[in-house]
């Protein structure tokens, strides 16, 4: 055993070498304080850089803060109180681009997608005692009369239905630990959306609900979705209308071939059509597919632009993870784009987004989508693509 324990490390650079071993050399002992003085310049220089790092983040920190700030105090005060004569000006589309400041989030959501259908407070209170009492009663093991009004649906087919929505939301934002158990779990679960529309409920519709329950009271909550899911393109996918969906379908492969040529050749070529990876991001308006900050700027977009916005966010996602599509196989593909990466920037997406103009040789969005309206679109050949009929 040592006959000395040095202090500290200096100890073994700086100091001189017990009476029992050698001295140290002249050169020797030139060199230790040498590399002690780096040791310590390169100790200090990583500090500065912490330090200067540390500020960087403090100052973006206050700016994001000062920015949402000045964005809630636009929105409150200048934007909301006039929404129909600021909703469509240049500089509230900006705005809103950049992402809508969470406090008043729902309330922008509830007012874009407005209330067509008239629901008013007291129905979604009649329809949620209807739940609530459904919802009771299928956890109870005596018999329940069948002859309840709903809609002449068997007990084992509501039984059935119960354990899909139950299951359902066990799955929603596992990583949030909210809708599993207490305490959102019990609102989530009776919530007339999840039981009221047809059963059986929708795999993923949970998710939908559960962003806007995050953003909304429950009552708002309840208007807004069953606002949302009449939507040409919601009903499209929820009722699964398979031709109305082949025409979507067809008008996001006219801009995808236009925006990616090469990614469009390479999925053509392996076989991957777009009802494999667009039919649960459109449905849930990617409320599944991506993080649920992210989700939310999507949801932002979407109640700015409508259903173009949907598959200008597809077209984002490919054009952001291109280059490693492009070296995977149908497989891997398909794989890659149902289980997108979990720490997705944001920022990337949304920049790849705004390099992906809704604009193509034959016309905007809205113009292609009618086209196949009027003039249909003829089945693809071997290995080919729904197209516009010349």
Known sequence: PLEFEPQSTTALILEQRPGNLPAKSEEEAQRHQQEYQEMVAGARRREVKEAQRRKRKLKERHRREESISHAINTWTAHILPRWDQMKCTRRVRELWWHGLPPSV?????????????????????????????RWRCSSETSSVNDSESDGGASLADRESSLDLIKLDI???????????????????????????LSPPPVQGMSFMAAVLLLNLEEGQ?????????????????FRVDHQLMLKYFAAFEVFFEENLPRLFRHFLANSLTPDLYLIDWIFTLYSKALPLDVACRVWDVFCRDGEESLFRTALGLLRLYQDVLLQ?????????????????????????????P??????????????????????????????LRS
Not at 105 to 122: C, F, H, K, Q, Y
Not at 179 to 191: A, D, E, G, I, R
Request: glycine share 4%; hydrophobic share 40%.
């Open 105 to 133: 989030r729902g309330r922008v959501w509830s007012l874009a997608i407005g209330n067509d259908l008239n629901i008013t407070p007291e129905l979604y209170d009649i329809f949620l005692c209807r739940v609530k009492d």
């Open 170 to 196: 066990s799955r929603t934002f596992p990583s949030l630990f909210i809708f599993q158990k207490v305490p959102f779990n019990q609102t989530l679960s009776p919530h007339p959306v999840n039981q009221t």
């Open 221 to 237: 909550a309840f208007i807004t979705f069953t606002n949302l899911l009449n939507k040409p393109c919601q009903v499209t996918f």
């Open 328 to 356: 995977m196989d149908f497989i891997h593909m398909a794989q890659f784009l149902t289980r997108l990466p979990p720490d997705l920037p944001p920022h990337l997406l949304f920049s790849s987004m705004a390099s992906t």
């Open 358 to 387: 809704m604009v193509c040789s034959a016309g905007r969005w809205a113009q292609v989508f009618s086209s196949l309206m009027k003039d249909g679109y003829k089945e693809p050949e071997k290995n080919g693509s729904p197209a």
